[in-house]
């Protein structure tokens, strides 16, 4: 009998279905009309059994293709927020590639498979349909073309945290008793470690969302999401100020009240004794030195960017000053507080110790290296919104670092491609 060992199976199933008792009697019966009887009822019975055993093998095979459109569609969706930025043509391939995959168990009776992928409603509804032609199990013909769809949308919570260490544990990490509070945003690790979101005592994360590459350990409000996609760096195409002669060199400021302007501050600023010292509008160059706040002195930028370059340029805000910064509207450093160059060494480290830093106001962009928040208190409770996208970052003592995300309230722009797109399936 030439058939594949899936038919044959079935075939012996059947025959196998029929009690042995009703065999037997039947051949030892020398009757001839119970023998035709039932060599002609048994054509019928198998016939029936055959149908109703492609009819329930077509159900099991549509719901491989349903599973497979499905897959597509979620992995695909966890993807969007790249579309958005205009990785449309990834997104989709993505989508046909997960689908593919699913199908590829099943066995010889589907044939040519084939994945369409869609985006649509402004790239957040990514549809993904698959087709597969069914050969009956029984009887090779009529084949049966199958058919599913299935819909993701991609919603959720803007980032306003995003570590962009690749490999390394603990990129996003709170101790002792510190707090990190997003609660309508989303904290994001791109490490792959297992411990890439890591709290440690009594110190929790809370946001509206939170995503690792890798895995997590600690306290977290709500339970986060691990295995999530690396989201691309958000500015990673944003042109550096350019950097001129030197406008000061090793400017220290100690007490008084000082208005600074814009210009090249080779070897940093120093702001201490007590200064009271505000950025004009514009863009500050902090060339080869550090910007350092301390012994009680205040700092206030209303408009003002602040680009690091070099060795040594870092941040660093000491316990008793006040620390107050809104982003420029306008200009190369448009809605950055701070820019790191991409070009500056690693293992340098940038510091918030200040226990009265009420407003951070804009995004805080510090691609190689570390922040440190250090403090007692709250951090930019007063902000409209505040974003940090850095190599990583690390919360300690009783600090609590808010992130609010009140974007609609302020006219400082937000940087693009910093929605998460956390994704269901559509009906």
């Not at 029929?18 to 019928?44: C, E, H, Q, T, Y």
């Not at 709500?222 to 550096?240: F, G, N, Y």
């Not at 250090?374 to 990583?392: L, Y």
Request: include cysteine; aromatic fraction near 8%.
């Amino acid at each position: 009998m030439d058939c594949s060992l899936s038919r044959c199976s079935v075939w012996t199933q059947i025959i196998l279905f029929i009690p042995s008792k009703l065999l037997r009697a039947f051949s030892g019966d020398r009757r001839g009309n119970v023998g035709i009887i039932f060599a002609l009822s048994l054509v019928p019975l198998l016939g029936i059994s055959g149908i109703a055993i492609d009819y329930g093998m077509m159900g099991v095979y549509r719901g491989k293709l349903q599973a497979a459109a499905d897959t597509g569609a979620l992995q695909a969706g966890r993807e969007l927020r790249l579309a958005q930025m205009g990785s449309a043509d990834s997104v989709l391939s993505i989508a046909r590639n997960y689908a593919l995959s699913s199908l590829n168990g099943a066995d010889g009776l589907l044939s040519n498979a084939a994945v369409d992928a869609a985006l649509s409603n402004g790239k957040t509804v990514i549809t993904v349909s698959v087709t597969a032609t069914y050969t009956p199990l029984l009887f090779k013909s009529p084949r049966v073309q199958l058919s599913a769809k299935a819909s993701a949308s991609a919603v959720g919570y803007p980032i306003c945290a995003l570590a962009l260490e690749p490999a390394a544990a603990k990129t996003v990490y709170a101790q002792t008793q510190a707090q990190v509070t997003a609660q309508f945003c989303a904290v994001q690790a791109n490490s792959k470690d297992p411990h890439a979101i890591y709290t440690h005592g009594a110190a929790q994360l809370s946001a509206g969302a939170i995503c690792s590459s890798g895995g997590v350990k600690g306290k977290f409000a709500p339970k986060p999401i691990t295995d999530c996609p690396v989201v691309q760096d958000p500015l990673a195409s944003r042109p550096a100020p350019s950097v001129g002669a030197c406008a000061h060199t090793n400017q220290i400021v100690s007490g008084g009240t000082l208005t600074l302007m814009p210009g090249v501050y080779c070897g940093g600023l120093h702001v201490t004794a007590g200064a009271s010292v505000t950025l004009s509008p514009g863009v500050y160059v902090m060339s080869g030195g550090p910007l350092k706040v301390d012994g009680g002195s205040s700092f206030t930028t209303n408009g003002a960017g602040i680009f690091l370059t070099g060795a040594g340029a870092t941040l660093w805000f000491g316990q008793d000053t006040t620390i107050n910064l809104t982003a420029p509207t306008s200009g190369p450093l448009a809605g950055l507080l701070f820019y790191e160059d991409r070009d500056a060494p690693a293992g340098q480290a940038h510091y918030i110790y200040s226990d009265n830093a009420p407003t951070l106001h804009g995004t805080i962009y510090l691609p190689k290296n570390q922040l440190y928040v250090e403090t007692s208190k709250d951090v930019s409770r007063a902000s409209a919104f505040t974003i940090v996208v850095a190599n990583s970052l690390f919360v300690s003592k009783a600090s609590n670092l808010i992130l609010n995300s009140n974007y609609k309230s302020s006219d400082i722009p937000v940087p693009g491609g910093l929605n998460p797109g956390y994704v269901y399936l559509k009906n």
